[in-house]
Structures are given as structure tokens and as C-alpha cells.
């Protein structure tokens, strides 16, 4: 059901913008569709083969998809030329829900079968995700039972802030001769307050994978990649929450700006203090479980 939904969310878009008029989105091909759509081949071969079968596409003479002109009406009076809005991403809405369960702070079995079913999706979609979580260390696969989502435990997120912290500091000493400028500008333009409360918090959380990155030591970038895949859903998570994520983000402004003016004393400082102590829902949540 995940593959028809995206491959009716791709036939409708790329009819819209047949009908109206408007810039395809990318070449009729089926890498050039996969990549923009970022889905796999087959809801884009499924789409195109539909919009063949309607006359809005044609194959030319090199055999090739082509826009059939002759074939396309434009879009009727009082028929709206909004695109439409790509579907739920099934791993997101999923993740989102166990993170939830996972706060409780109890084990809990998943079943496969009553898991599609909720969600409403096949049992082979659902196990991509589970394995996909399972890599990301939310979930465990207990041979012949299945699979058990990972309680969380506020011991274990001390334990991992102390020894991220370490390396993370160890990593910016490494990194400074190897930081751009630029790039940290960069990063520090995707850290936005909103000026109302209507207006989206944005917040580029790549700050740290650079620093990791321009440190080259393999060591620390190991580490990070086995034990900071769940912390990192679990830290997406609570930047759902939107004075956590302003705080966040005037952390992250803090951190780039003393890096940019190479005040690194300030930029350990600032850096520390935004690792230690910057997770009041989950601190809250784990009081009153």
C-alpha cells in the first residue's frame, strides 16, 4: 500500500504540472524521477506507466518518454493547480510513535502482523523499517520471538552525553585547523529563530557530523555512528517541541559564532553546555515515569 501511495502521489504531481503548465520537476527518466521523488524505481515506473496508458506521456522515436501535446487538456475551470502533498513517510510516523513508546521506559514486544495492520501497510514494508530501527539501535531482533523495542533509560542517555562530550570536545581540538569559515556560516544560516509564532523554527543540526567529519580521526567517527544513531532520533524528537528547539538553535548560534571568530575557549564552553544540558523533555519525562 506504501508503493500505490507513492506512485499515485507521483502520477498526480506530474499530471498537475502537465495540466497547468508548470516545470516538470525533473527528465522523464526513471533515475532522474527516482532521485527528485527520492523513492525507489518501482512507484515511478508504476506512475509513468499510467500516464502513458492516459496519452499525457508517449514514447519518441528513440524510445524515450516524451510529453504527448496533442493528448493534454488543460486543467478545467475551478481545478486547482496546487501540487499535491507527498504522502506520510510510513519510517517517520513509525519512528515517531515507538520513540514515544520507548519513553515509558518498559520493553515491549512488536508484532509483526498487528503492526502492518495498524499501520496499514504489508508485512514486507514494515520489516524494512523494523530492520532499519533495528540498525538504529530502537529496536532488538530476538531470533524466533521477533522483535523488542529498546526501553529508554536515563542512566543510559548520562552515560552516553559523558563519553559524547569527551570525544566531542576532542573532536573540535582535532578539527580546527580543517574548519572553513564558509561552511560554518552555512550551518549557522540553517539555525533560525522564527520572528512569530507562526513562523517554522529552523534548525540545521549538521554542525556536529562536521566537526566529527574534519577531526579524521576514525576512532570517534565510529563511535558516533554504533552508539549515536538512537540518541540522535531520540534528540530529533524532542526538538518536536518548539521552545526546545529555539533553545537548540540558539545553542547551535552560540557554538558557530565563537567557532567563526576562532574563540575556541568560548566554542568548548558553549559546545559542552549544549550537549549536557540540553534535553528537558526527555529529563522531564524519565521524573514522572
Not at 29 to 46: C, G, I, N
Not at 97 to 108: A, H, M, R, T
Not at 229 to 246: C, G, M, N, S
Request: a negative charge; proline letters at 4%.
Amino acid at each position: 500500500m506504501r508503493a500505490m501511495s507513492l506512485k499515485n502521489y507521483i502520477k498526480n504531481d506530474l499530471e498537475v504540472r502537465l495540466r497547468s503548465g508548470q516545470e516538470l520537476p525533473a527528465p522523464l527518466t526513471l533515475e532522474a524521477l527516482s532521485e527528485h521523488y527520492q523513492v525507489s524505481f518501482s512507484p515511478v515506473r508504476l506512475a509513468l506507466a499510467e500516464l502513458v496508458e492516459e496519452g499525457l506521456l508517449q514514447k519518441g522515436s528513440n524510445r524515450r518518454l516524451e510529453i504527448n501535446q496533442g493528448q493534454i487538456k488543460p486543467l478545467k475551470k475551478g481545478q486547482s493547480s496546487e501540487l499535491p502533498e507527498p504522502p506520510a513517510d510510513m519510517f517517520e510516523v513509525i519512528t515517531n510513535d515507538f520513540v514515544k513508546l520507548s519513553l515509558k521506559g518498559e520493553p515491549v514486544d512488536i508484532r509483526e502482523e498487528a503492526t502492518a495492520q495498524q499501520y496499514k501497510i504489508s508485512r514486507s514494508s514494515l520489516r524494512i523499517i523494523l530492520n532499519r530501527l533495528a540498525g538504529a539501535g530502537i529496536l532488538d531482533h530476538i531470533p524466533r520471538r521477533g522483535w523488542r523495542l529498546r526501553p529508554f533509560r536515563q542512566e543510559d542517555m548520562q552515560a552516553f552525553l559523558e563519553v559524547r562530550e569527551l570525544l566531542e570536545l576532542k573532536a573540535l581540538e582535532l578539527a580546527k585547523p580543517h574548519l572553513v569559515k564558509e561552511d560554518l556560516q552555512q550551518i549557522l544560516d540553517g539555525n533560525v529563530i522564527p520572528k512569530s509564532k507562526d513562523t517554522e523554527v529552523l534548525i540545521d543540526n549538521s554542525l556536529h557530523a562536521y566537526i566529527i567529519e574534519k577531526a579524521g580521526n576514525c576512532y570517534i567517527q565510529d563511535f558516533f555512528q554504533r552508539q549515536g544513531k538512537y540518541y540522535d532520533i531520540l534528540f530529533d524528537w524532542e526538538d518536536q517541541d518548539r521552545e526546545t528547539a529555539i533553545e537548540t538553535v540558539r545553542q547551535h548560534q552560540a557554538i558557530l559564532e565563537a567557532l567563526i571568530a576562532e574563540d575556541w575557549k568560548t566554542a568548548r564552553k558553549a559546545l559542552s553546555y549544549h550537549i549536557k544540558d540540553n534535553h528537558p523533555i526527555l529529563s522531564k519525562i524519565v521524573k514522572q515515569s
